[in-house]
């Protein structure tokens, strides 16, 4: 493998993924009914750019641990520093990923918020239906157009009904669908970094921090290849990772929910990322292994 086990002949981090944002008066425009999800659905968008943050400030914490560290002059410490930083690093990768694994659960969210969405026209259209009739019974109950309005009443409820059971049927569904692959990606990362941080503990002890009066030297560093077999178990360990999760179970079955996703999504796209993408991420196999080798650029 062409790989250079050092935080420092790494390029300067890239800015990450630029997430286009835009303060609108968009959530007032919703739908009543899909109003309070559309404003958890942006929030889980600035959450997810916090992970992204964290994620930029690990990688340059850990640069800045290996720069200091090498500015010391100290064989052991000028080592192990650069090692520290290339888990550091690592973790923050994790952090990225975690945001692009939220993505994909946001995108699903997107789906019930599109189905409310749907259902509110039918809701009006039945409450209008009513008051009408209950209006024209009270200023003129013999009207003739009462009977067409009753008429008229009977179909806009069968219509809401077919609508409220397609979204209680998408709510239950997605809502599993979006926590799995929500649930499943946190514990990817605290495994994941788990195993950085174990490793990363290893290395400590490779510093002889044995006091040493003036005048005295300290015996010559000579740990440089245990430090890095340290790094190159760590990298196997997250090669071999695999999810360990209890499956959720679904007995959802696919059915037309007369529901035209691409034309809300226009009508009430999400400006403030264009990063989102769809999930297509099946109940029970939520996150896909998404292990990175601890591996640097070449300079």
Not at 280 to 299: H, I
């Given at each position: ?161 077919v609508a409220e059971a ?108 264009v990063a989102a993408g ?22």
């Open positions: 493998m062409n790989r250079n086990m050092s935080i420092r002949s790494r390029k300067e981090p890239s800015g990450g993924r630029h997430r286009f944002t835009m303060s609108t008066f968009r959530g007032m425009q919703q739908p009543e009914l899909s109003r309070k999800l559309s404003r958890l659905i942006k929030s889980e968008n600035s959450a997810i750019g916090a992970h992204e943050t964290a994620g930029r400030e690990r990688a340059a914490i850990a640069a800045a641990l290996s720069d200091w560290g090498e500015s010391t002059e100290d064989d052991a410490v000028s080592d192990i520093s650069d090692k520290l930083g290339v888990m550091l690093s690592e973790i923050g990768e994790q952090e990225d990923i975690f945001a692009q694994n939220l993505e994909d659960y946001r995108g699903v969210l997107k789906h019930i918020r599109n189905m409310e969405a749907s259902v509110q026209p039918s809701r009006d259209q039945r409450q209008k239906v009513t008051d009408e009739i209950a209006k024209l019974k009270y200023k003129d109950p013999t009207s003739t157009r009462l009977t067409t309005l009753e008429h008229e009443l009977v179909r806009a409820e069968a219509q809401n009904l397609q979204l209680s049927n998408t709510t239950r569904t997605k809502l599993k669908e979006a926590f799995d692959i929500h649930t499943a990606a946190i514990i990817e990362r605290a495994e994941k970094q788990i195993i950085l941080a174990r490793h990363a503990r290893r290395l400590l002890n490779y510093i002889d921090d044995s006091p040493v009066v003036p005048g005295d030297t300290r015996q010559a560093y000579d740990h440089e290849f245990d430090a890095r077999q340290v790094l190159e178990d760590a990298e196997a360990d997250l090669r071999a990772w695999e999810p360990t999760l209890e499956p959720i179970s679904s007995s959802a079955v696919d059915v037309p929910t007369h529901v035209n996703d691409s034309r809300l999504d226009e009508r009430e796209q999400d400006t403030e990322s769809p999930s297509g991420v099946a109940v029970g196999n939520a996150v896909p292994s998404s292990s990175k080798q601890l591996e640097e650029p070449v300079a």
